[in-house]
């Protein structure tokens, strides 16, 4: 097996190992949800967004398979952490009432940076999308597990959740870059 070989099958195997990291995260994740009746999941935020991240990993099973998924991958992906603070906010809206103090106001401005930081890791820099995962994980999950309006289980779910994920973009984005430099040089004529 020749030097380039081996570097793709190792970097391969890096990747399966880092989404078998996120897939067991998720697994906790999925342990730790309390009830698994559709009455206690669908109505509440943190249960529809357990299920969702359930079909992110999947979706990103799907894509490690082929070359022509890395782009779905980072939309997804981007569009993950867009979507992260709508759950507190949306929780807070419907079960922390308005005597909650401030949370509104925190939510807003987490939907501002994570949506910024979303944006930024599609449009700009892998990076920015791997740290924004993982600053959610380990910033605002932790910051809300003793909230008054977001379960325990769900910071702790989320948490564990956003670091394997985390792992994951960061351990994929070589192959981001280079679908991003052969799409370049296609385009140049080079």
Known sequence: MDVVARSKYSQAARERFALACAAFMTGLCFYLVPSWQPVAL????????????????????????????????????????????????????????????GWLWMEGAGMLVFGALAWL???????????????????????????AYIPSWYALGCLLVDVGVGLYVIVRMPAWRTLHSTNNSARSGG
């Open 42 to 101: 669908f109505p509440d935020p943190c249960g529809v967004a357990t299920i969702t991240t359930g079909v992110l990993v999947l979706m990103l099973t799907a894509t490690l398979l082929s070359e022509r998924g890395i782009p779905i991958e980072r939309t997804a992906l981007s569009m993950f952490l867009a979507g992260m603070p709508l759950v507190y906010l949306a929780r807070g809206w419907l079960f922390g009432g308005v005597g909650s103090g």
């Open 121 to 147: 890791g599609r449009y700009r820099s892998p990076r920015i999308l791997a740290l924004g995962i993982a600053a959610h994980g380990m910033l605002w999950d932790s910051w809300h597990f003793h909230s």
